[in-house]
């Protein structure tokens, strides 16, 4: 029983190990959560008030502009997938694989090709596992996205969106991401972020949630100097551009939400599985001490019997 003691005393030796090392990652995905939360709600003002002005310069003209134009027979969409670059995140990365997944089967049943855009090391991997094509990839800042990041990923889906079909480009953009609702929830969503649709005066996005709230319901006509077309060249770029830093900022928020939440579950399991090791190695300690003092009994009757017999 002795070796069995041994065993049971390394395993609870090697699962504590393992739990200072979750709970140091638990503790260390807690504080990057409130960063994280602080440039969600830091970057917001900026994307609010840009949607305003895109707002008024798209319903206050009479301008046709090809970011804002839905196409008659749209044939290419560009999807953008926002992943991490690490994993010890539970399911965090699996379901924004699977939401995009569901959008890219309900483009292809539109009849519409689909360009892959992926941010992240586990959204490249599980596209390079299946071979499948990825025209843009992107990755080391999934933890910490900062606004150079944001538009490295924008510029080539400007390019394509501004770019004809005919000529390589696509009719619609459309991001994955994970969306930040509290510590314990957090959703994959998408959305369509161009064109631009105005149902009723207020933007929406499609399919997904709207990239717009609270925008004015009645615009008026204004003269725009230089021209409106030329406005929306400047303002759609900044569009994109801060919609998708606020993704990569909700995706990193929740990232580390999932992170926490996991190796808090590690923990906790690590802490259950010491006492159970604990309870199995006192049982084997009791073992050993109750045939050491049998051992000993039936020595000493042994060796009383003996002097018995040589008494004789």
Known sequence: ?????????????????????????????????????????????????????????????????????????????????ITSDRGLAGGYNSNAIKAAEGLNARLAAEGKEIESYIVGSKGVAYYSFRDRAVKESFTGFTDNPSY?????????????????????????????????????????????????????????????????????????????????????????PRYVESRVYNALLQAAASKHAATRRAMKSATDNAEDLIKSLTRLANAARQADITQEISEIVGGASALADANAGSDR
Do not use: C, N, W
Request: aromatic letters at 4%.
């Open 1 to 81: 029983m002795g070796a069995q003691l041994r065993v049971y005393k390394r395993r609870i030796k090697s699962v504590t190990a393992t739990k200072k090392i979750t709970r140091a990652m638990e503790m260390i995905a807690a504080s990057r959560i409130i960063k994280a939360q602080r440039k969600v709600t830091a970057s917001e003002p900026y994307a609010k008030e840009l949607t305003h002005a895109v707002t008024a310069v798209a319903q206050g003209s009479d301008t046709k502009h090809p970011l804002l134009t839905e196409a008659e027979q749209p044939k290419r969409a560009a999807v953008l997938l």
């Open 148 to 236: 150079a990041d944001a538009k490295a990923v924008a510029a080539p889906l400007i390019e394509a969106v501004q770019r004809k079909t005919a000529e390589g480009g696509v009719d619609e953009l459309h991001i994955v991401y994970t969306e930040f609702v509290s510590m314990m929830t957090q959703t994959a969503v998408d959305a369509r972020m161009l064109p631009l649709s105005f149902a009723g005066g207020v933007e929406s996005a499609g399919e997904g949630e709207g990239t717009a709230k609270g925008a004015t319901a009645i615009m008026p006509l204004y003269d725009f100097e230089p021209l409106a077309e030329d406005v929306l060249d400047a303002l759609l």
